[in-house]
């Protein structure tokens, strides 16, 4: 079992619509989780963190942690073309180092 | 306030030649964090070390591959005898603080080419 999982997509919504990307994590000591954004030939970059189980919004992006399942998702509403990227799902134990999964290519159809 | 600088951002290198990837850390940040990118695959960790220490290698292949920080300077990245399957885009991230609190601010990568 991968320490981190996500869907490898791709994953395709039409524009304005909502899309849903998950990611689970094996480790429960697991303490924080974090979703970077990477365009094709590009670095990563982080979008949002989240510590506590519930929601966190930031603009049009809505993080969901259910630490009782080991769960990570992204929202992100309203998706444009521009969003069109591999979605990137990190979890951090105590150690300082993030652990990643393999990612979700996300097409986002005008 | 330059970002995380990676260089050179292209290498090519035959086989059995060696490799070193220069990583400059943002600008308060101390502490530096190497991954390795497969084509279409996600980020698998290599390194993490602090100024004058490796804290984690748990990622570093046990021969051909060393890393350094040192207290002045990039942190450097070395490959000895590069084989085929070094090819890849190596990033190096940095955070001020170990990255539970802050996530990661990447480099641009360098992309190894061994040909």
């Known amino acids: 079992q991968k320490e981190v999982e996500q869907n490898s997509g791709p994953l395709s919504v039409p524009e304005g619509a909502i899309a849903s990307l998950n990611c689970t994590y094996s480790d429960r000591g697991s303490q924080s989780f974090f979703w970077y954004r990477q365009y094709s030939g590009k670095s990563p970059e982080l979008i949002m963190f989240i510590y506590s189980n519930g929601d966190k919004e930031d603009g049009r992006f809505t993080a969901q942690l259910n630490k009782a399942s080991q769960y990570v998702s992204l929202l992100i509403r309203d998706s444009q073309p521009s969003d069109s990227a591999t979605y990137l799902c990190?979890?951090?134990?105590?150690?300082?180092?993030?652990?990643f999964g393999d990612g979700t290519t996300l097409t986002v159809k005008p | 306030n330059a970002g995380v600088m990676q260089n050179p951002r292209h290498l090519v290198r035959r086989r059995g030649q060696e490799a070193r990837l220069r990583c400059s850390p943002m600008k308060g940040h101390s502490h530096v964090y190497w991954y390795r990118q497969l084509p279409e695959e996600g980020l698998k960790f290599m390194v993490y070390?602090?100024?004058?220490?490796?804290?984690?290698e748990s990622g570093m292949p046990k021969e051909r591959f060393s890393a350094e920080f040192p207290k002045e300077g990039p942190s450097i990245l070395r490959i000895q005898q590069v084989v085929r399957g070094d090819s890849a885009a190596y990033f190096c991230a940095s955070s001020p603080a170990p990255g539970d609190n802050y996530g990661y601010t990447f480099g641009s990568g360098t992309r190894l080419t061994v040909v």
């Open positions: 070390l602090q100024k004058e220490n490796i804290i984690d």
């Open positions: 990190a979890v951090n134990t105590n150690a300082g180092k993030s652990t």
